[in-house]
């Protein structure tokens, strides 16, 4: 399949938050590029009995656009409950009159955007009523699944739900999203690495004296108290997002720019995470909630979900043997940033040491969010008569080097879905690393259920600076 060819895709709680502020909106951007076919099919399923016009008038921020009436003609709804199958029944005679329409099978994509508590009974319902089989001409060229995290609660949810997906689907069918995969500056990673001879050299221990990954949301969870009460921040952000980008960092060079070995280095990479046990989860890690928290709408008044989590591991690999990886990610703190900072020993050369070096040398920056790009933090001479040295910044940005805005990471998702190329996807055997990691940490909560509060305009806890600091080390 490319880009021109039909295909209609079921989006699965398409009145919710993802396909109001991620899907339609990607979709829509993709339909003004020129970037998807002449025909094609967008079916909203949700439990709103609501008509396919007012389907469309759910986007109001997009409807004020000249063209988003032409687009509007593809949208279609279908009104379901996920537990009934009336609405699969339904849905199927709604594909069947496409394809008689068209004359053909059209690709069939199910997009399930709904709380992970639905996918059950919705990848139930597409084996039962054989929806998962496209029109009858072999499920695997003519239907296709794209999931979002969380995959699961913990390792045997996640293998449960995994087990489910491979009894329905093939593993080339299957599309497991982490937007954060297709972030530009995740991507642009690899070509730092390995298309630049003067880093790989030094991208290990001998010269790396420790990586930070920083993950800050200044907002909180608004109206999504009760999905959130269910997940949590280390179940939401650190069992995906963190272990994506801890893989760029970690992994070694593929042997080819492919799918499967670009999967294969990653998914290496997350496996060879240290796991902290139950009983280091005392002193490695710090889990904290926000004030307030506890005010949001449909959060319980005793609530322990945390918001803001902090830990500390290592890799079992030679590349990064006894390197620290330090994370933080937290909601409703004082920046929005995302960035991974790989910090190099300072190695201030005997002819300065009279003159004073700067106590962090080099640090290598990968901006995620909000303005995509790479810093380098090199020591220069400061302007004057006598010598003395500083620290300098060299910046690079993508929209002032580029030219252009980047790309939304759901417009490369979704292009890369209709082309069926899954290497800025998930693979199972990630998962499983990922989630044996968490779920280590959960367990460990468990046994010591200390929760840390912080306030609004700070970034965390005093206990997630203490974490790097009694190593010597601060945040940067």
């Known amino acids: 399949?490319?880009?021109?060819?039909?295909?209609?895709?079921?989006?699965?709680?398409?009145?919710?938050?993802?396909?109001?502020?991620?899907?339609?909106?990607?979709?829509?951007?993709?339909?003004?590029?020129?970037?998807l076919p002449e025909k094609f099919y967008i079916i909203g399923f949700a439990r709103r009995e609501i008509s396919a016009s007012e389907f469309a008038n759910l986007f109001a921020n997009l409807s004020k656009h000249a063209k988003w009436k032409k687009f509007a003609n593809h949208l279609m709804y279908q009104q379901g409950i996920f537990e009934n199958e009336k609405g699969y029944l339904e849905l199927i005679k709604t594909l069947n009159t496409l394809d008689e329409k068209e004359g053909a099978c059209i690709m069939r994509l199910f997009y399930l955007a709904t709380p992970p508590i639905n996918y059950e009974a919705i990848l139930n319902f597409l084996s039962s009523t054989k929806l998962s089989e496209g029109c009858g001409q072999g499920s695997t060229k003519w239907t296709r699944l794209i999931?979002?995290?969380?995959?699961?609660?913990?390792?045997?949810?996640?293998?449960?739900?995994?087990?489910?997906?491979?009894?329905?689907?093939e593993e080339?069918?299957?599309?497991?999203?982490?937007?954060?995969?297709?972030?530009?500056?995740?991507?642009?990673?690899?070509?730092?690495?390995?298309?630049?001879?003067?880093f790989e050299p030094i991208w290990n221990s001998n010269y790396i004296d420790h990586v930070q990954i920083t993950w800050a949301e200044e907002k909180g969870v608004a109206n999504r108290g009760e999905f959130w009460e269910k997940v949590g921040l280390l179940r939401d952000v650190a069992q995906n997002h963190l272990m994506q980008l801890l893989a760029a960092v970690a992994m070694e060079q593929p042997k080819s720019f492919t799918k499967e070995?670009?999967?294969?280095?990653?998914?290496?990479?997350?496996k060879s995470i240290i796991c902290i046990s139950p009983n280091q989860v005392k002193n490695r890690v710090v889990r904290a909630q926000y004030q307030g928290?506890?005010?949001?709408?449909?959060?319980?008044?005793?609530?322990?979900?945390?918001?803001?989590?902090?830990?500390?591991?290592?890799?079992?690999?030679?590349?990064?043997?006894?390197?620290?990886?330090?994370?933080?990610?937290?909601?409703?703190?004082?920046?929005?940033?995302?960035?991974?900072?790989?910090?190099?020993?300072?190695?201030?050369?005997?002819?300065?040491?009279?003159?004073?070096?700067?106590?962090?040398?080099n640090v290598l920056t990968f901006n995620i969010q909000p303005n995509e790009g790479i810093s380098l933090r090199v020591i220069a001479k400061k302007p004057g008569d006598k010598l003395a040295?500083?620290?300098?910044?060299?910046?690079?940005?993508?929209?002032?080097?580029?030219?252009?805005?980047?790309?939304?990471?759901?417009?490369?998702?979704?292009?890369?879905?209709?082309?069926g190329d899954q290497m800025l996807f998930n693979r199972s055997d990630e998962l499983d690393s990922s989630w044996k990691f968490?779920?280590?940490?959960?367990?460990?909560?468990?046994?010591?259920?200390?929760?840390?509060?912080?306030?609004?305009?700070?970034?965390?806890p005093k206990e997630a600076n203490d974490l790097i600091l009694k190593d010597g080390r601060s945040w940067l």
């Open 261 to 270: 070995e670009v999967r294969n280095v990653r998914a290496q990479a997350i």
């Open 389 to 419: 040295l500083s620290a300098a910044m060299m910046n690079f940005s993508y929209k002032r080097e580029f030219g252009k805005k980047v790309s939304d990471a759901y417009e490369k998702l979704l292009l890369d879905i209709l082309r």
């Open 172 to 198: 080339r069918q299957i599309f497991r999203v982490d937007h954060y995969l297709a972030k530009e500056t995740v991507q642009n990673m690899l070509a730092f690495r390995f298309a630049n001879g003067i």
């Open 438 to 460: 968490i779920t280590n940490i959960l367990e460990g909560w468990k046994k010591y259920p200390k929760l840390y509060s912080y306030n609004k305009s700070s970034f965390g």
């Open 293 to 361: 928290y506890r005010d949001e709408a449909k959060v319980a008044k005793n609530s322990t979900t945390e918001t803001f989590v902090a830990f500390k591991f290592f890799l079992d690999t030679k590349r990064f043997e006894n390197v620290p990886f330090y994370v933080r990610a937290g909601k409703m703190v004082d920046k929005n940033e995302v960035t991974i900072s790989v910090i190099f020993k300072q190695t201030c050369h005997i002819l300065f040491k009279e003159y004073g070096c700067p106590e962090i040398g």
């Open 147 to 169: 999931i979002e995290k969380p995959f699961g609660v913990d390792l045997n949810t996640s293998r449960s739900l995994d087990k489910k997906l491979s009894t329905i689907f």
């Open 1 to 35: 399949m490319n880009v021109g060819t039909p295909f209609i895709m079921v989006i699965f709680g398409a009145t919710g938050d993802l396909a109001n502020n991620k899907l339609i909106p990607s979709l829509f951007s993709l339909y003004l590029k020129k970037q």
